[in-house]
């Protein structure tokens, strides 16, 4: 009885120090200062996913050449590097309602200007299917960041 009174004990205090260590681990890794937020993009990832995803699309769903694909991604190298600063400020400055709509601003004004240049590079049709596709994309991002 003693014997099963003290490796019971044994096993229990085990269990306690191994919830305790995942739950100090995984309490760890959070971003400090901000709890997570399910189904909820911050601002950084919705920037950077815009780009991502209007990239994937380009060039594994559209039927364009080699050709077509090496001059689009020098422009996406351009845009990558202009998103990347604007990701940046809107983490610095989350929360501020100002900096949002000017990044916001920002980002349309780059998007504007990538797309003039892909204009050069691609047809009519080919600029029409990639700008609804980003259009379509936009909206299921922003009803993504809204509140349920």
Known sequence: MKRVLITSTAIFFVAVIFILGVQYTTQAQREEGRPPMPGMFDMKSQIMSELETSWTYL??????????LIKARLIYQESWVKYKELAGKS????GDRETMQSVRSE???????RNEKLKDIF???EMQKLTEYENKSQGRNQRRMMPR
């Open 91 to 94: 983490e610095q400055e989350s």
């Open 59 to 68: 060039s594994l769903d559209m039927n364009i050449t080699d050709e077509q």
């Open 107 to 113: 980002l349309d004004k780059y998007k504007s200007k």
């Open 123 to 125: 047809s009519k049709e």
